[in-house]
């Protein structure tokens, strides 16, 4: 069934006591009113915005990851079972920049709770591939969380919004945002001392990682169209991605957990180098959000610092 459909049905059976939609930004002053001695009742989008609203909100709040576990967000789409979820909760934190497609459609049927856009205040860079209509985020590279600095803006932002929406327990989520975002800068120091003595050239599967390397003077490149995280490698791409590799002395080429490894093996079958995983981190794994940094960061060494 048409996903409009759907949420078009659903409007028409769910009866909400509320009166309004609100977007979140910085400059809300919007409050959710939540009964005494209730938590938040919160939807993370997915899994890195799932971690960072638990470190923030911690047992003041009842957060679900909304995008199931092992499941690729970028093309997820939700269920009517789904969306009556989303109609429940007090807040929805979104990444924002287009990456949860689902969102306009579900402002469009009437859903009146508070949607948290973590993006705000984050400078977007353009994506490299506006003009092709498949798999593209109108609204620029929605990668941000992979940069610990523009991760930080999104933690605060969901601090801010628990905040606006729960006032009495302002200071606690303001402070759980502090403690976690200082993980965050010592995560930040540790990625900007031991690459700063490195190459600069890597090969990732897509175009994940360019605020990362915009924030640590890398240069990206990758093995399928930008943003395009279920491309397929075509005769020529592979040729120029070898040609590259061999230009610039690159031996590791980076694959991704969700994806086929064998792309990966021809390119570094064809330079006699070997695959490692860099992690663009959107599904739920082991481990936690900047121990899945530290193993990006331990394998990016060993292809830059060898």
């Not at 919007?30 to 470190?55: A, C, D, G, M, R």
């Not at 497609?101 to 508070?114: K, R, T």
């Not at 990668?143 to 302002?170: G, R, Y």
């Amino acid at each position: 069934m048409n996903i409009q459909i759907k949420f078009a049905i659903l409007a028409i059976i769910t009866v909400i006591p509320l009166s309004s939609i609100v977007v979140y930004g910085t400059d809300s002053n919007q409050q959710f009113t939540i009964n005494e001695n209730s938590k938040l009742q919160v939807i993370s989008s997915f899994y890195p915005l799932h971690e960072f609203s638990q470190n923030v909100g911690q047992d003041k709040i009842d957060v679900t990851l909304l995008v199931p576990i092992g499941v690729e967000p970028h093309d997820w789409e939700p269920t009517i079972k789904d969306v009556q979820q989303m109609q429940k909760s007090d807040l929805i934190i979104v990444n924002g920049i287009g990456f949860e497609n689902w969102v306009d459609d579900l402002q469009q049927n009437n859903f009146q709770g508070i949607i948290v856009d973590t993006s705000n205040g984050v400078s977007v860079k353009s994506s490299s591939e506006e003009h092709e209509e498949e798999h593209v985020h109108n609204n620029g590279d929605p990668h941000i969380w992979l940069n610990p600095v523009t991760a930080k803006i999104q933690v605060q932002n969901i601090a801010n919004a628990f905040s606006d929406s729960d006032p009495e327990n302002q200071q606690y989520y303001q402070s759980n945002a502090a403690k976690y975002i200082e993980q965050l800068d010592l995560l930040d120091v540790k990625i900007r001392n031991e690459l700063s003595q490195c190459n600069n050239d890597f090969i990732a599967f897509h175009d994940a990682f360019s605020y990362f390397a915009d924030e640590y003077d890398l240069n990206q490149h990758t093995i399928i169209s930008p943003n395009n995280s279920h491309g397929e490698a075509t005769a020529r791409t592979l040729e120029n991605i070898i040609s590259t590799a061999n230009t610039l002395n690159i031996k590791v080429i980076f694959s991704e957990e969700t994806v086929d490894v064998r792309t990966s093996q021809i390119i570094a079958n064809e330079i006699g180098g070997r695959v490692l995983v860099l992690s663009p981190i959107e599904i739920a794994s082991d481990g936690t959000y900047i121990s899945k940094m530290t193993e990006n960061l331990e394998n990016l060494k060993e292809a830059l610092c060898q």
